[in-house]
């Protein structure tokens, strides 16, 4: 028997989960421009079942999707389906707690919710593409 190892293909997918219409509005076409192919969610049913239709490389999720913190459980499902995949979580006001609630979910970068959805979609794209041209590079 020979040991066979899995290297996931890239999908060009984005996953985008955030209750808030407004910041789904701009971040939705930042990743358009950037070749990324959003599918937004707004609720966890709705992104549960993205993740089972989809592959996903870039993982951008509201720290509170319906309740206040139940985008951390969607953070570790994702590490665990996707371990591949770029996990950026937004958060709000976070501290010592949440950055180590963010390690154990396995959120690869934090963002802070005050900033402008332009801003941190930028932001999200930029670390997104210095971390995919590294993970190339081994």
């Known amino acids: 028997m020979t040991k ?3 290297f996931p293909l890239r999908s060009n997918n984005g996953l985008i989960v955030h209750p808030d219409l407004a ?3 701009v971040l939705q076409p930042v990743l358009s421009k950037h070749g990324i192919a959003p599918i937004v969610a707004r609720d966890l049913p709705t992104a549960l079942l993205a993740i089972s239709q989809h592959r996903f490389d870039l993982c951008i999720l509201s720290m509170a999707i319906s309740e206040k913190s139940d985008g951390w459980a969607l953070a570790a499902v994702l590490h665990m389906c996707l ?7 937004i958060a709000s006001n976070p501290d010592l707690l949440m950055l180590q609630t963010a390690i154990n979910a396995g959120v690869t970068q934090l963002y802070l919710a ?3 959805p332009t801003a941190i979609g930028e932001a999200i794209l930029r670390d997104y593409s210095k ?3 590294a993970d190339k590079v081994q």
């Open 83 to 89: 371990p591949h995949a770029f996990i950026a979580m």
């Open 131 to 133: 971390w995919s041209s």
């Open 114 to 116: 005050s900033e402008s």
């Open 23 to 25: 910041v789904l509005s």
């Open 4 to 6: 066979v190892e899995y």
